[in-house]
């Protein structure tokens, strides 16, 4: 997602969230960081499961390393994400083995209902304000009885690690930097908590067959040592298994 904060431009400050701005960075962080190489990724390929013949939407797939793994593992992938620099990175990386849509979540999903078998939303959530309009477009792409597979910023980390702490059940935003290859980018992401999480999917016509909160892959353990003592003892990531309702 990118968003402007008001009066950003007019004062000359960078947008937040702008993926463009920093895709290249971004990417090679993120093939071999431990949160995302050795956490998350992992993760939520073991959640998804068998994908073998499915059809498989990664919404907001960045450079489609996540989408690479489904490929991998048979799925027959379409990528999406709002962010043209990262989908560029997405084609070098996939070529022809998946269709790619340059496309925002917070407008309706340029696909036909019922296209997908699954659906991946692989730490997107938290960038969006209003999940339901969201959500109910995620369900309207899946097929009855389809899968949501989702990742998010764990709520009890969101609220505790930015000062001041707001009310825990508020949905709030908060702006911070992160640093890629010496350029420092602004970011903002919304708080939500869990019980507001699950409402959502429910109101959406999503059922929870799973929710968890795995541990990073044991190979991290050398390659990463500070961050896999800290990912191995503390919340990061929650991760959502939904099915779509049959209606």
Not at 80 to 94: E, H, I, Q, T, V
Request: net charge negative.
């Amino acid at each position: 997602m990118t968003d402007v904060p008001a009066g950003a431009e007019a004062q000359g400050r960078p947008q937040v969230n702008d993926y463009d701005a920093f895709a290249a960075a971004y990417s090679a962080e993120n093939d071999d960081s431990l949160a995302n190489a050795y956490y998350e990724r992992p993760a939520m390929v073991a959640l998804a499961g068998d994908v073998a013949g499915r059809r498989v939407l990664d919404a907001g797939c960045g450079s489609g390393t996540l989408s690479a793994a489904l490929r991998d593992q048979g799925a027959a992938v379409t990528c999406m994400d709002a962010s043209a620099g990262m989908l560029d990175l997405a084609k070098k990386r996939l070529g022809d083995d998946a269709e790619l849509r340059l496309a925002d979540l917070n407008d309706p999903l340029p696909f036909e209902d019922g296209a997908f078998d699954d659906v991946i939303a692989s730490l997107v959530l938290h960038y969006i304000e209003d999940w339901a309009p969201v959500l109910i477009e995620m369900r309207r792409v899946l097929e009855p009885g389809g899968r949501l597979f989702a990742s998010v910023d764990h709520p009890i980390v969101a609220y505790t690690i930015h000062e001041p702490r707001p009310d825990y059940f508020e949905n709030t935003s908060y702006e911070f930097e992160w640093e890629f290859g010496g350029q420092r980018v602004p970011m903002r992401f919304w708080r939500k908590s869990l019980q507001s999480m699950l409402d959502a999917f429910m109101t959406a016509g999503f059922r929870v067959t799973r929710i968890t909160e795995p541990q990073p892959i044991p190979e991290a353990r050398d390659l990463h040592p500070r961050a896999f003592a800290h990912f191995s003892t503390a919340p990061g990531f929650l991760f959502f298994a939904l099915e779509a309702g049959r209606e």
